[in-house]
C-alpha cells in the first residue's frame, strides 16, 4: 500500500489547480501510479484504495523494468529482476490493469523489445505506452556500436508498433543512457541541438507508429540536467515543423488526451 499515499498526494495538487486558484491550466488531472504488479490477488485492493483517493484521475500504471546485463548500461538506481515482464505473476498483475481500465507504462531498452512484444500482444485489452522512444541505448557495449544499435532498435520498435494496443512516447532522450554529451558539454545544447540530435528516432516513431500513437514528453526533472524546459520544448517544436495541423496537435496534445482520457477545451476524450 506504500504507492497510495502518492497517488493521494498528485491528486491533492490536482485538487488545487481545479480550484481555479492558479488559473486555467490543470496539473495532475492524469495520474500515473506505481503498484507493484507482481502483488497477484493482493493488487486489487491497492489499485482499489489508488482509485479512491485519486479522485478519479489514476489511468495508468508504471514498474522499473529498464534493464540490461551490462552493469554501464543504468538509468536509475532502481534494477527491476531479469526477465520480469515474463513473470506469470507480473502478467497476471497488467491482465488486472485491464479489468480497471488502466494503462501500462513501460520504460524499457532497445535490448527488451522483443520482450515487451510478447508482453503487449498477451495482452490486447490494455493500452501499453512505451516511453522514452523505446530505449535505443548508446553507452556500455552499445557506444561504439551505434549503426548496428539503431537496426536493432528500429526492427524492434517496428514490430511493436504492429500491435494496435501500443502507444509511444517521444522524449527522455537527455539521459546519459542513449549516449548523447548533453550533460557533459561546457554549455547546454541550443533546440537546433536537440532536434538534430533526435530526428532519426522521431522520424522512424512517426513511421511506424503515426502521430496519433505518439506523444511528446518533457522527462522532467530527469532531463533538468541536460537542458531547460523551454528548449526541450523549442526543440520538438522545430521536430515537428513538417508535420499537418491534425498531426501537431496530436503529438502536442491530442494522443496524450485519448490515452489517458483527458479534457481538452471542456471536451471529455
Not at 169 to 174: D, I, R, T
Amino acid at each position: 500500500m506504500k504507492p497510495v499515499g502518492e497517488v493521494e498526494f498528485a491528486n491533492g495538487i490536482a485538487a488545487m489547480f481545479a480550484s481555479g486558484a492558479y488559473g486555467p491550466t490543470k496539473c495532475c488531472q492524469a495520474i500515473v501510479g506505481g503498484a507493484d504488479l507482481t502483488l497477484g490477488s493482493e493488487l486489487e485492493p491497492v489499485i482499489e484504495a489508488m482509485l479512491q483517493v485519486s479522485g478519479g484521475r489514476l489511468r495508468g500504471i508504471r514498474n522499473p523494468l529498464a534493464w540490461h546485463d551490462n552493469p554501464t548500461v543504468r538509468s536509475s538506481p532502481v534494477v527491476p529482476p531479469r526477465d520480469l515482464m515474463s513473470s506469470p505473476s507480473f502478467r497476471q498483475g497488467v491482465k488486472t490493469l485491464g479489468r480497471f481500465g488502466l494503462t501500462l507504462d513501460v520504460w524499457v531498452y532497445h535490448t527488451q523489445l522483443e520482450q515487451l512484444y510478447v508482453l503487449a500482444r498477451s495482452i490486447p485489452e490494455v493500452t501499453v505506452v512505451v516511453d522514452h522512444f523505446g530505449g535505443p541505448v548508446g553507452v556500455g557495449p552499445h557506444a561504439d556500436e551505434r549503426e548496428r544499435m539503431f537496426v536493432e532498435w528500429k526492427r524492434g520498435l517496428e514490430r511493436l508498433a504492429s500491435l494496435p494496443n501500443t502507444r509511444i512516447k517521444l522524449g527522455g532522450a537527455g539521459m546519459n543512457v542513449f549516449g548523447f554529451d548533453f550533460a557533459s558539454r561546457d554549455l547546454p545544447p541550443s533546440s537546433e541541438d536537440l532536434s538534430a540530435a533526435w530526428r532519426p528516432y522521431f522520424d522512424t516513431c512517426i513511421e511506424f507508429f503515426g502521430a496519433t500513437r505518439c506523444m511528446f514528453e518533457s522527462n522532467f526533472p530527469v532531463d533538468k540536467g541536460m537542458f531547460s524546459y523551454g528548449v526541450l520544448w523549442n526543440a520538438f517544436k522545430r521536430l515537428a515543423t513538417s508535420m499537418s495541423a491534425d498531426e501537431k496537435a496530436a503529438l502536442f496534445s491530442l494522443t496524450a488526451a485519448l490515452t489517458y482520457r483527458l479534457q481538452i477545451d471542456g471536451d471529455k476524450l
